[in-house]
């Protein structure tokens, strides 16, 4: 290993992996890349649940009245699909650069039972998003995954093994208590990951909190209690901002027209879906189409 800092180490294995700002794929189906080499302003979006490593650049969370900073040293753990905002710090001199780790509900499952309850943090109110330092331990785990990236034969023979190391280092981190609780089944934490989880399957679908809290088990007052303790919203609002996020997405994809894109996430009215688009993210849809193609050209 090279004299240079652990951060020089991750964006030396990184940068050569990356050829666009956004999201690049790689040979390991739950890791993706992540670069931008210009600042984005407050933003509304949505992360699915994930490990999600900074090596340059500096990003700030919004969820409600907490502010989640994360940069350099840090990782973000994202155990809940929650809508919030992001900024984004970065340069053509100094881009962002980091490691999206998705994680797999079969794979958590699997390393806490063998973990049992050894070292296990003690946090009594898990955190659906937070920011943890690394450790040497977790910065050695990232480092062996991301080297394996450049090696399609090792990444063949070893890359989820890789993957299971990064992800066992987070089990015994700061919110390794938030990522069990999406495997033990008890308390109001893991009803309202049921219902996330069937929001996101649906969110194009008329819903009620009457319905939702029968699925969660729970009055409708509990039910509102306790979904907005744990995403920072009320059910209905965290509905409309899924939707127009996922709106958000297909408007990028440019095979959609407005209306068609109103449908598809379960707006009746096309003017009242820009409407809350604009409320949204600033700018009307076709503003906003606009605006991420000229980003978006040579």
């Given at each position: 290993?090279?004299?240079n ?66 940069g ?24 962002l ?44 785990a990232?480092?062996?995954l ?35 609780a ?34 969660a ?16 919203a ?12 996922k ?48 980003l978006?050209?040579?």
């Amino acid at each position: 290993m090279s004299a240079n800092s652990p951060t020089d180490v991750l964006i030396e294995l990184i940068a050569p992996l990356v050829e666009r700002d956004g999201y690049t794929t790689t040979l390991l189906p739950s890791v993706t890349l992540m670069a931008l080499r210009r600042p984005v302003p407050r933003t509304p979006l949505i992360y699915e649940p994930s490990l999600n490593i900074v090596a340059q650049g500096y990003k700030v969370g919004y969820l409600g009245d907490r502010e989640i900073h994360y940069g350099p040293g840090q990782y973000l753990v994202q155990t809940l699909p929650l809508p919030f905002e992001c900024e984004i710090h970065a340069s053509l001199e100094s881009p962002l650069l980091g490691v999206s780790i998705r994680l797999d509900p079969a794979l958590l499952g699997e390393l806490v039972a063998a973990m049992g309850e050894s070292g296990v943090p003690n946090k009594a109110s898990p955190e659906p998003m937070a920011s943890v330092s690394m450790d040497e331990r977790m910065q050695g785990a990232v480092v062996r995954l991301l080297q394996a990236l450049h090696d399609s034969g090792e990444c063949a023979a070893m890359g989820s093994l890789r993957v299971r190391d990064v992800v066992f280092e987070a089990l015994k981190g700061q919110q390794g208590a938030a990522l069990r609780a999406l495997v033990h089944h008890q308390g109001h934490y893991s009803q309202i990951v049921r219902v996330l989880s069937c929001l996101h399957a649906s969110y194009a679908e008329e819903v009620s909190v009457e319905s939702l809290a029968r699925q969660a088990n729970m009055s409708p007052s509990a039910f509102h209690q306790h979904f907005k303790q744990i995403t920072q919203a009320s059910p209905l609002q965290y509905l409309k901002r899924l939707r127009l996020i996922k709106a958000q997405q297909l408007l990028v994809q440019d095979t959609h027209n407005v209306n068609q894109i109103a449908e598809a996430v379960g707006y009746r009215s096309a003017s009242q879906f820009s409407r809350d688009y604009k409320r949204c993210f600033g700018s009307s849809p076709l503003r906003h189409r606009k605006e991420e193609h000229a980003l978006q050209a040579p």
